[in-house]
């Protein structure tokens, strides 16, 4: 709901998400892709507390942030849904794809 209510009064182009190592147990990320994809399709329906709202925009990019490996996010979206970091600067397809940025591999302990 609170997407729709933004969305209507504002143009976004660009949506982030964090998907943090510390999700609570209730987290679904069947729930939190789907929003992704309906974010992507350009059309969010909330039908929360019963106040049915529904929005259509043009197709904002998307970039999500994880810890966990690529690999393990990658299956809850289509293939062609999906373009990381290092082929979206060589194709410059920032505009139709969304960016899946796994931070997990980059990480340092101290004295390394």
């Not at 069947?30 to 309906?38: C, H, I, T």
């Not at 809850?76 to 082929?87: F, G, N, Q, V």
């Given at each position: 709901?609170?997407?729709?209510?933004?969305?209507?009064?504002?143009?976004?182009?660009?949506?982030?998400?964090?998907?943090?190592?510390?999700?609570?147990?209730?987290?679904?990320?069947?729930?939190?892709?789907?929003?992704?994809?309906?974010l992507k399709?350009?059309?969010?329906?909330?039908?929360?507390?019963?106040?049915?709202?529904?929005?259509?925009?043009?197709?904002?990019?998307?970039?999500?942030?994880?810890?966990?490996?690529?690999?393990?996010?990658?299956?809850?979206?289509?293939?062609?849904?999906?373009?990381?970091?290092?082929?979206a600067l060589?194709?410059?397809?920032?505009?139709?794809?969304?960016?899946?940025?796994?931070?997990?591999?980059?990480?340092?302990?101290?004295?390394e």
């Open positions: 709901m609170a997407v729709c209510k933004l969305l209507q009064k504002e143009d976004i182009d660009m949506f982030t998400f964090d998907f943090t190592r510390t999700m609570g147990v209730e987290t679904s990320m069947n729930d939190l892709f789907q929003v992704v994809e309906e399709n350009g059309h969010v329906v909330s039908v929360l507390y019963g106040n049915p709202m529904e929005v259509a925009m043009t197709s904002p990019h998307v970039v999500i942030f994880t810890n966990e490996k690529f690999e393990d996010s990658e299956k809850y979206l289509s293939r062609d849904r999906w373009i990381t970091p290092d082929k060589a194709a410059r397809k920032w505009d139709t794809d969304i960016v899946g940025v796994s931070v997990s591999s980059k990480i340092q302990t101290k004295g």
